[in-house]
């Protein structure tokens, strides 16, 4: 009964597109958790709900489709900010000139790279690349990594993408970059598995990492968040690896780590 719920769980409609490594490493743990299958499937799907569902809904997908064509024809930065604002974690970023300043802000502290690597990417490649920086993305969102994919196949941009579950050994690429990003990223994969965020950072392959972590709740909220991981980082640097910079914006902190 198990195996066929887990298998009805990897052929739904809502799930089939996430990393299948994702779904099968959510529902061992939950397994351990939990006695009955049905309380496992329910845990599940709340589970992955939160690392990737909540993103980009399949309507956004859809509409996202649309907006790359659109702004292909007009160049325009209202059509870029009109893609970047189908997948949450881009759209709480702008507008585009504050998504700029960002950038600008980053690069002055650390370098402006030549290639990134964007490490649970989203739909953040579509700026990277229309901004003319090469980026190579990896996500569990099949959704996510098929939009990267298509920005390059159909329009040409210096971006890809792979759909790959980073808490799983071999899925950070080899490859050498000028710069990768991690946001909001590490305390998610320690949630998810201790030690998971270290392992991450160790595998990858740049000049510079760029770490961030939220400063504020869902709900808006300062409670010291900005201290917390502040301290967490200094505590579980990657051996070789220095703190040359940090900036901080009104929900977000930022490391450079060199």
Known sequence: M????????????????????????????????????????????????GITGAFMTPQEARQLAYDMQAWYISKTDAGLERMLSRHASTRERLPLADMDA????????????ESVLD???????????????????????????????????????PVSAECADVLFPGAIPSAHFDMALLFKLLPLLERQKTGGAVRVMEAVNADWLVVSFPTRTLG???????????????????????????????????????
């Open 119 to 157: 490490v649970a990417c989203g739909i953040n490649p579509l700026y990277l690349g229309a901004r003319g920086i090469p980026t190579v993305g990896i996500d569990i969102s099949g959704a996510a990594v098929y939009a990267v994919n298509c920005f390059h196949e159909s329009y040409g941009m």
């Open 102 to 113: 960002l950038y600008e802000r980053i690069f002055a502290a650390s370098c402006r790279p």
């Open 2 to 49: 198990g195996n066929d719920l887990l298998d009805k769980l990897l052929q739904s409609a809502k799930y089939r597109d996430i990393c299948p490594e994702t779904v099968r490493r959510v529902w061992a743990d939950c397994v351990k958790r939990y006695k009955k299958p049905r309380d496992v499937e329910k845990a599940a799907r709340e589970a992955l709900h």
């Open 220 to 258: 808006g909220r300062n409670v010291g968040m900005a201290v917390q991981y502040g301290a967490w980082i200094k505590a579980h640097l990657p051996a070789g690896r220095r703190i040359a910079s940090s900036l901080e914006t009104q929900n977000e902190l930022f490391f450079a780590l060199h």
